[in-house]
């Protein structure tokens, strides 16, 4: 099997935070970005789900009432939708 490098830029103190969990987990570096990337490609995706944050009920609400708006005809706005 051939072998290729890869450099990557992070923070210092994530790395340094991940090195450490890593190191109690018996793992280096290495071995742990390779389980992710292996996992990666067995799982064909990221390995662990990916979630935009849900606004708030105050954001919700602005939002419900702004498509509210937007699609009522009888009121008038600076754009025009539709």
Known sequence: MATTNLNIRTDKDVK?????IFSEL???M????NMFLRTTIRENGIPFSL???TPNEVTAS???EGRCI???SSVK???QYG
């Open 70 to 72: 937007a699609s009522d």
């Open 26 to 28: 018996g793992l280096n």
């Open 51 to 53: 979630k935009l944050d």
């Open 16 to 20: 340094e935070q991940a090195d450490q």
């Open 30 to 33: 290495t071995t742990a970005i």
């Open 62 to 64: 602005a939002i419900e």
């Open 77 to 79: 706005g600076l754009y």
